[in-house]
């Protein structure tokens, strides 16, 4: 009998993953997370402006608003 909670990963092929997008993303959450921590999160790094709120919840590691 098979159980019926049991779980696997689906198979995910190499090729398909890329793993320097992978480390980007999570690089740049983990800045996004140092810089909450830091208070500096709602603050534009190029011109010291606040992030609108509706920028940071549509692209929550946004760092600067000239960038867009």
Do not use: H
């Not at 049991?6 to 890329?18: F, G, K, T, Y």
């Amino acid at each position: 009998m098979e159980n019926e909670f049991a779980w696997s990963a689906p198979e995910i092929s190499l090729d398909a993953v890329d793993l320097d997008t992978i480390e980007k993303d999570l690089a740049d959450v983990e800045t996004a997370l140092a810089r909450l921590e830091a208070g500096t999160y709602w603050t534009c790094e190029t011109t010291g402006q606040e992030i609108p709120s509706e920028l940071l919840a549509a692209q929550p590691t946004v760092r600067s608003i000239s960038s867009l």
